[in-house]
Structure formats: structure tokens, C-alpha cells
């Protein structure tokens, strides 16, 4: 029969998502915002350049 300490420090079942899922989600988040950076960099670009020719 486990002790009361034991039953004190045990840790609850995961509930959510796992680290290495929760990684992924972040790293596709980051990912898709930089790809959203880079398309706003091109219309400032070309806005630029449609204004200095």
C-alpha cells in the first residue's frame, strides 16, 4: 500500500498535448509568421521601387 508521501509527490496523468507536440505547434506557428514577414518585406519592396522609378 503506497505511503501518504507517495500519493503526495505523485505527478496527475498528462492531459494535454505532449512536449515534442507542443514544439511542433510552436515552431508551425513561428514558421507561418515569418512567412507572413517575408511577403510584407516584398509589398514594402516593390512598393519602394514602383515609387523611386
Known amino acids: 500500500m ?10 496527475p496523468p498528462v492531459e494535454g498535448p505532449d512536449l515534442y507536440t507542443q514544439l511542433e505547434a510552436l515552431l508551425h ?14 509589398i514594402d519592396l516593390a512598393a519602394r521601387l514602383y515609387r523611386e522609378s
Open 29 to 42: 506557428q513561428v514558421w507561418e509568421e515569418e512567412h507572413a514577414w517575408r511577403d510584407e518585406d516584398r
Open 2 to 11: 503506497p505511503s501518504e508521501r507517495d500519493q503526495r509527490f505523485s505527478l
